[in-house]
Nanobody
Framework: QVQLVESGGGLVQPGGSLTLSCVAS????????IGWFRRAPGKEREAISC????????NYRDSVKGRFTIRRDNAKNTVYLQMSDVKPEDTAVYYC?????????WGKGTLVTVSS
């Protein structure tokens, strides 16, 4: 079955860096765009970034532009979110997402806490 498993979260100091991974299984990653989302405490889930199936096209939320980079390694069935210069407002559970045949699939998320 379709599975997305996020990892790489943890506690990081403001200004620090972290790389999140999303490992996909149960479908051919090469054919699908992947998105990263996050849900901060007490807030709605929001889209952060997405990457096309080939990796040639990426998009970012304004608040993370220039700080976050999305990339993918289809050979490893993995999509990454490189986070740098993190801020306390980046604290959230981060999820990856894929839509297959009109159905949204989500991982269970990985918690990122930005705090000194």
């Amino acid at each position: 079955q379709v599975q997305l498993v996020e990892s790489g979260g943890g506690l990081v100091q403001p200004g620090g860096s972290l790389t999140l991974s999303c490992v996909a299984s149960g479908f051919t990653l090469d054919y699908y765009a992947i998105g990263w989302f996050r849900r901060a405490p007490g807030k709605e889930r929001e889209a952060i970034s997405c990457i096309s199936s080939s990796g040639s096209s990426t998009n970012y939320r304004d608040s993370v532009k220039g700080r976050f980079t999305i990339r993918r390694d289809n050979a490893k069935n993995t999509v990454y979110l490189q986070m740098s210069d993190v801020k306390p407002e980046d604290t959230a559970v981060y999820y990856c997402n894929v839509m297959l045949a009109g159905i949204n699939y989500w991982g269970k998320g990985t918690l990122v806490t930005v705090s000194s």
